[in-house]
Each structure stands twice: as structure tokens, then as C-alpha cells.
């Protein structure tokens, strides 16, 4: 048997790295039938990764609440009256203990989130005490502290960070519908400041905001035709927050979160690919559809920066039932 003739335009490959695709092209491969285009997406997926293998990371808020930024989706931010108490930016040795717990559990990487618009440069020394503590653990390190400046994104890139998350959320045309007090250029230059300070780059986005199916497509065209691809793309669906401007957002239809899983997949052969925020509310089925279509990251441990993420024994039963195994960390080079 083989694929049906009619919805085969583009070769296995199109839009792997090196072949650019246009917004109708992608368009096309997002409307495959479904078994068509999660065939693709599998196929691509196993010529890059051992399809039985995901990577896991834990999240910890280092910083909560009272950030000034006024994205809709956000339980921190101070414009919405979401309930949650902020707190200052935590010491260096409880952040430890919580990476040492995180990786005795299984987690490879620690990502460090903070709620700020970018990070003040009297913090930066703890920030760097942070990344050198994690990876002296022996764990990937990653943090996420808004927009960064040349000269720190250079300190964290000489502390030793791995991983720097910046996401650009949703498409160019509906960034402003979500948050006005940045834009989606600023959120580009970060990405072009931590590739050229040689940190790795982790930027993907929320589906469930009330963005079009063509703002989902020309997100990941966005990311995928970034410079270089970034190595890590976390897709969230949207965990609606009380007294956030988002909270009455309608759900994404699951179906359609799984195409743009393998979009994602087959638009970036070679990045990890995470089902990041929103897993309480996915189905095991759903969430083994994602990782057929080309999952192969999530946030393990029972809360993500504030919210809810399912717990160890829910994901080890998970695991145990679809024949999935931790990802192990690469040797280091
Ligand atoms: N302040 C930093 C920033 O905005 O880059 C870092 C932290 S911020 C919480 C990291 C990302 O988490 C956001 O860019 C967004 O994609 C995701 N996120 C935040 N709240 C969410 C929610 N309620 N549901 C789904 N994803 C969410
Ligand atoms: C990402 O894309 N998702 C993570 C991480 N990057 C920083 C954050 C999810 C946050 C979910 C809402 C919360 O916990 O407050
Ligand atoms: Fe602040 Fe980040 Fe939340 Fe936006 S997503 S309000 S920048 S913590």
C-alpha cells in the first residue's frame, strides 16, 4: 500500500533543513489526510531520533510573579489579577537542591525561569552561580529571563549555559492580539543575541489563544526558517489562567494540535521537539499521537513554573505503556 498519489506534492523531505517552503506548501502538508501526514512526520522523525527515546526536562521559577510584561497567557504578569503571590529571585543553594532532585527523578535538563521583562545586571553573578551549579551536576542547563543584552548573554554563555528558551508564542500578524508591551521583533533579536553568544536556542510557542490555524503554520515557518533552526521547539497549549486576558480562550481541537506536532516535526527534521504546557488536560492517547507525529521532549514533575504538569507516576505508567524510554544526555564534546 502506498501513500494515497493525490496528497503527495512535495517529496518525504520538503522542508527539512537546507529546502525552503512557503506558507502554501506547509499549508498542504498540514491538510494531509491524517495517517498521511503522520507517516511523514514518523518517517522523518526516525531517520533523525530513535523514535522510542524522550528527552526530559524540569522547570523550576526562580523569580514568580509580578513581571511587567502584559502577556495574555500569563499567571505572573502584574496587569491580571491572577491571584498569585510574587516572590524575589530565589538563592543559589535551594535552586541546587531542587536540580538534584530533578535529576535523581530522571530529569537531563534544568530549566530556570524568571519573571522578568529581561534581567538586571546586579543579578546576573547569581544567574551565573546557577548555570555553574547545574551543570556541575551534570545536568543540561537552561534558562528563560526574558530579553538579554549582548554583554549577558555573553556571561551565561561563558558560565557554561546550554540552553537559553525565548518563545515567539504565535504568528507575526496575531502578536499584538496577546502582548503589547513587546514585539515580535524584539522577541527575534534575543533569539539572533544568544546564537551569536553561542548558547543553544529553545523557542516555540502556545497553540490556544485564539491565533488561526494559518498563525499556528507561520509560527513554525517563522522558527523554521530561522537562521538556524532552533535545536530545542517547546509547543504549549494554552493552560487557561484566572484573571489572565486569555482565561475564556476556546480549547484547540486535539486533532489539529497533533497535525502541527508533525508540521513541526517535518518542517524541523532535527530539533527536539517538546510537548511543553497542557499535558493535564491530554488524553494518553492524544499525548501518544503527539509523540508518533514527532514529540520527543516534555516537562517532567508535578508543576511546571506555576502551573499544573501531570506527576512522576502518571508519566511513568505513560511511559511504561507506549514501550518509551528516558532519552539519555549526549556524551559531551
Ligand atoms: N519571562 C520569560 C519570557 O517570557 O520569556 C520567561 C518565562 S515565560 C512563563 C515562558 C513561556 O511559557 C512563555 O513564553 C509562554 O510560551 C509559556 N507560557 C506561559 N504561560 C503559559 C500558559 N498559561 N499556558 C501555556 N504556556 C504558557
Ligand atoms: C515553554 O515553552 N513552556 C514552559 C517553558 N517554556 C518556560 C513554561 C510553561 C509555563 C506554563 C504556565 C505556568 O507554569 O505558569
Ligand atoms: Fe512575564 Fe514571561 Fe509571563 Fe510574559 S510570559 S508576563 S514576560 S513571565
Known sequence: MKESGATSPFPIQAGSAGMPISIQQAKIIYNLPFNDLLFRAQTIHRLHFDPNMVQMSRLLSIKTGGCAEDCGYCSQSAHYPTGLKASKLMEVERVLTEARKAKDAGATRYCMGAAWRSPKDRDMDTLVAM???????????????????????GKLAEAGLDYYNHNIDTSERFYSEVITTRSFE?????????R??????????????????????????TLATLPVPPESVPINQLIPIPGSKLEDAAPVDPIDFIRLIALARILMPT?????SAGRTEMSDEMQALCFFAGANSIFVGDTLLTADNPDDDHDTALFRRLGLSPMPLEPAV
Open 131 to 153: 548555570v555553574e551549579g547545574v551543570r556541575a551536576l551534570g545536568m543540561e542547563s537552561c534558562m528563560t529571563l526574558g530579553m538579554l543584552t549582548e554583554a549577558q548573554a
Open 186 to 194: 524584539d522577541r527575534l533579536d534575543t533569539l539572533a543575541t544568544v
Open 196 to 221: 551569536m553568544a553561542g548558547i543553544k536556542v529553545c523557542a516555540g510557542g502556545i497553540l490556544g489563544m485564539g491565533e488561526t490555524v494559518d498563525d499556528r503554520i507561520s509560527m513554525l515557518l
Open 271 to 275: 530539533s527536539h521537539l517538546r510537548l
